[in-house]
């Protein structure tokens, strides 16, 4: 009885062994989950808020000039705790993950999925693009290969790893889900937050809180996007309804690597321009200009970037990064609209007399932030 129970384990119904089933329901998605699995880590943070709290029966502004130690609001501050995904990208412990887990993090704790516990330092942030990057002290992790953004293909499987609702602790394994890269190239444009979500990866494979920083990863286990946040379609509601996005990985890795050579990515950029005008008949008759809409330049720096590379007073902007604009609202929209640092080339098109050209303006760093 014991030989037949002991063969009747060994082997399937058709008369296969145990490890020819167990191989039998291998599979892309299996055999991708098992490579990048080790590389993936759950993270706790720990926020310190500050709240400043005000009385609400002293709120005089003729008592609160006199008295301002009674009526100044009092700070509090308290310590809020969050988690996250992310992934190793190097074998000496660099991690990638979301700039809003980590932000305003005083404590950053990463689990591995062999159990351990490891402080994190935070190398670089880049609010803008929504990219951190840690880095673990010692050497032999694993981690995980990275992908193209070129050769994801619409249709193809999406494996969504990370640490929903901070299930990675109950076990030390990230959590799985699978579906397809539903579109790509989706831009969100700047949102509420001041983040610029531009090229997005759209999937339908679930996302959820915790899960952000998270590989997307294809069928052969490279990383293609990291997962950021889902739409849910209304305010009200939080839960995942099959639309989710990521960060197109090719970003990533050029974020990433401006914060390991430079330690941030410099926002604070300036082109020169300070006024300009919305064309109207009367700029146009005057100027004999060949175009009917767009903005004119009134003032400009001229020791500044736009008239380094060839901008003067009394041209006419007529669109930015191929984008047209015909209001100073317009123009500045545009120029907010687009991932821009210290050393991006802006490319205008101008309208000057009866000729339009195209300049290519080198982006520095404003007066202030060089003082």
Do not use: C
């Not at 191989?23 to 759950?42: F, H, M």
């Not at 709120?59 to 609160?64: L, S």
């Amino acid at each position: 009885m014991i030989t037949s129970a002991y063969a009747q384990t060994a082997s399937g119904p058709d008369g296969q062994s145990t490890d020819q089933l167990y191989e039998s329901r291998q599979n892309a998605i299996t055999r991708a989950v098992a490579k990048v699995s080790p590389a993936v880590v759950g993270i706790n943070v720990t926020q310190v808020q500050r709240i400043v709290h005000r009385n609400p029966f002293y709120n005089d502004p003729f008592w609160g000039q006199l008295f301002p130690e009674l009526y100044r609001g009092r700070v509090y501050e308290r310590k809020v705790e969050s988690l996250g995904s992310g992934f190793i990208i190097s074998r000496d412990g660099y991690i990638v993950t979301n700039q809003h887990v980590v932000e305003n993090a005083s404590e950053i704790v990463v689990t591995l999925t062999d159990g351990r516990h490891l402080p994190a330092k935070l190398i670089g942030e880049d609010r803008l693009t929504d990219i951190a990057l840690l880095k673990l002290s010692g050497e032999a992790f694993p981690f995980i290969e990275l992908g193209r953004s070129g050769d994801i293909m619409v249709g193809e499987w999406a494996i969504a790893l990370g640490n929903p609702f901070g299930l990675f602790q109950l076990n030390d394994q990230p959590t799985v889900t699978v579906g397809v890269v539903s579109a790509i190239d989706r831009d969100w444009g700047r949102t509420n937050e001041g983040r610029l979500y531009l090229d997005m990866i759209q999937t339908d494979a679930a996302i959820n809180h915790g899960n952000s920083g998270g590989p997307l990863v294809n069928a052969p286990g490279q990383v293609i996007g990291m997962n950021t946040f889902i739409f849910t379609g209304s305010q009200y509601q939080e839960g995942f309804i099959g639309i989710g996005f990521a960060l197109p990985i090719d970003k990533v890795k050029e974020v990433v690597a401006e914060i390991k050579q430079k330690g941030t990515i410099n926002r604070d950029f300036w082109h020169g321009i300070y006024d300009l005008r919305a064309l109207n008949a009367r700029i146009i008759n005057s100027l004999d200009l060949s175009v009917k809409e767009g903005v004119i330049v009134t003032q400009i720096d001229p020791q500044g970037p736009a008239y380094k590379a060839g901008l003067r007073v009394y041209d006419v902007i007529v669109e930015v990064e191929k984008k047209p604009v015909s209001t100073p609202e317009d123009f500045v929209n545009t120029v907010g609209s687009l991932d821009l640092r210290v050393g991006s080339v802006l490319n205008l098109k101008v309208a000057r007399e009866k000729r339009t050209f195209t300049i290519a303006m080198k982006l520095e760093a404003s007066p202030e932030s060089r003082r």
